[in-house]
Nanobody
């Protein structure tokens, strides 16, 4: 089982940027497709985006396309979420998540694809 620890959250003004990091341990992160989920107060956890095992394929939910970018450094066992042009509606706890797939090219497309996730990091965007 892989263990995931997120960092980099905080308070930012609308229009600003943050970069979240996810450090993996216990298993080699290259064995997993990785993704980010988020949960706003009073709402269900939602899928944000994902990246394939080899980093080539990426998939994002429409609301973050063009603003968020997922990347990974398998040598450092770390995954990143660069968030630009942040909006108040992006306020949520953000979770890093891992999914086991044989394909190195597949990027997951829903929260249900993931079997492991971290404790989350709070992102608050003020208007």
């Amino acid at each position: 089982q892989v263990q995931l620890v997120e960092s980099g959250g905080g308070l930012v003004q609308a229009g600003g940027s943050l970069r979240l990091s996810c450090a993996a341990s216990g298993r080699t992160v290259s064995d997993y497709a990785m993704g980010w989920l988020r949960q706003a107060p009073g709402k269900e956890r939602e899928f944000v985006g994902a990246i394939s095992r080899n980093g080539i394929s990426k998939y994002y939910v429409d609301s973050v396309k063009g603003r968020f970018t997922i990347s990974r450094d398998n040598a450092k066992n770390t995954v990143y979420l660069q968030m630009n042009t942040l909006k108040p509606e992006d306020t949520a706890v953000y979770y890093c998540a891992a999914a086991r797939f044989d394909s190195v090219l597949y990027a997951p497309r829903s929260s249900g694809d993931f079997g492991s996730w971290g404790q989350g990091t709070q992102v608050t965007v003020s208007s």
